[in-house]
């Protein structure tokens, strides 16, 4: 079984249990911010994928860690994936959960590059018509990136939206080689 796949087992679980409780959203900040932790310290990435460490000891550095700072079910969750063995998935299991709070409650993540940066109000237009495109609410990250000269590449549900000038002048330029000038 993929990490994916178990990933997703454990979430399924947890996320009805955080909808029961009302939790779903703190929980959800909860694993994010663990899961920033872990991509920002090697020590902690170490530990959890040690295999040598006891579950017990990594149950009681979770607790010391955590307990007060997280959600309850959040700190219950840590501790059962330890006694389970599972800790060493708890990146991979913080990424999905992200993923499947998005897809429960109709949000899609979208990574929109521009040639320069753009105001606020850009911003609000280009999610709003990336909103209209997809029919779901829409969190984009936005960054600039000066090799598209113009316009925007979105990435989108796997999908890519490519209306950059870059893009626009190789349309172009297929349309002139293939000896059509019309729209």
Known sequence: MTNRKVARKYNLALYFTAEETKST??????????????????????FILTPVISAEKKTNVFQAMFSGKVDKL?????EYLCEKNRINLLYDIADDFQMLVNEKQGIVLAKVKTAVDITDSEKKALVDKLKLYTGKEIKATF????????GFIASVDDKIIDASIIRQLELLKERFSMGSFNN
């Open 74 to 78: 959040t700190l219950k969750f840590l």
């Open 143 to 150: 960054t600039v990136d000066p090799a598209i000269k113009g």
């Open 25 to 46: 959203n703190r929980v959800k900040q909860d694993l994010e911010d663990i899961k920033r932790s872990i991509a920002n310290s090697k020590e902690l990435s170490n």
